[in-house]
């Protein structure tokens, strides 16, 4: 049972503790960001300081995306940015205007992932941020809407030293794939999984999807394509 647990675990490629994208690399940005963040928000709240959260828990996820996995469509400025304030925003208007803690943190979630994705700032750990904002505000804390500035600062603080960091550790942030200009060639009709590892490991990225995945999607493409040319098309 163990075993079937961990068979599709996150097994894109082995990743080394140093390198590119080494996963220390990744730990050490994220714990710095932390850092940074909660300093930057303590010097902007000033004597508010004692009375406002100077760090919110769904700020560790974004590290998590931005500074482990930075070419995830998740982990983009725009949906750390969009999708954590949008989603703030949203569960502490929920638990203002509701006031029930349990209706108001499943609404806020519900309506904090419809506005996420139509806004297109999809971002996991904006789940997290309607869900607090909204049990802060419809609980005994009574959270009004002076706590979106500490939140605001924390987002900002986490994506600026995202910005800085990964650009000064080799990763463009935000990520730009580059893809190596060669002549058209017809799809090859055979490959091993072997050679999507080689791939993989030659692009020297972290993708947010499983290489078997990939691997099944690259053998619907050939399908597709044989079907299209055997109809002349």
Partial sequence: M???LISHSAKLMPQAAIGHLGWLRGAIGAGFAIIAAGAITIVFLGANSAALPWLVAP???SAVLVFAVPASPLAQPWPVIGGDLL????????GVLIGSPLISAGLAVCLAIAAMSVARCLHPPGGACALLCALGAAGPDAWGWAYMLPIAINVFGLAAFGWLYNNLTGHPWPHRLVVPSTQHARMATAYTHEDLEVVLADWNEVLDVDIDDLDAIYQALQRQVQRREGQGG
């Fill in 87 to 94: 989603s703030a925003v949203i569960g502490i208007g929920a």
């Fill in 59 to 61: 700020m560790g996820a």
């Fill in 2 to 4: 163990f075993k079937q």
